[in-house]
């Protein structure tokens, strides 16, 4: 059985910071890799950023580098978006996924298996 389920979001001003988690349970495996993607209303999917979980590469996209990071801890098979310097336009829905296998962390999500079923960060002005 396969589970992503994600925590944290919530609403902040701008220039604030939220941590996301997400709790995997089924890909676990060291061979795979772990993305946050984002979607706003009306507006298709983003990539956020992306890990490796074996040899812990990231990518982050262009949008957020410099004030998102991705990390994980494959002890307690969970991982982690750290989000600062919050912008309005960080507004989105937020998801975890998973691909599996894996060996590189790609930002494209139809790469990715398995998806939670997101948690909502809003960002005010």
């Known amino acids: 059985q396969v589970q992503l389920v994600e925590s944290g979001g919530g609403s902040v001003q701008a220039g604030g910071s939220l941590r996301l988690s997400c709790a995997a349970s089924?890909?676990?495996?060291?061979?795979?890799?772990m993305g946050w993607f984002r979607q706003a209303p009306g507006k298709g999917r983003e990539g956020v950023a992306a890990i490796y979980s074996r040899g812990g590469h990231r990518i982050h996209g262009d949008s957020v580098k410099g004030r998102f990071t991705i990390s994980q801890d494959n002890a307690k098979n969970t991982v982690f978006l750290q989000m600062n310097s919050l912008k309005p336009e960080d507004t989105a829905m937020y998801y975890c996924?998973?691909?599996?296998?894996?060996?590189?962390?790609?930002?494209?999500?139809?790469?990715?298996?398995?998806w939670g079923q997101g948690t909502q960060v809003t960002v005010s002005s």
């Open positions: 996924a998973a691909r599996v296998p894996c060996s590189w962390p790609h930002l494209a999500h139809f790469l990715y298996h398995y």
């Open positions: 089924g890909v676990t495996g060291s061979n795979n890799c």
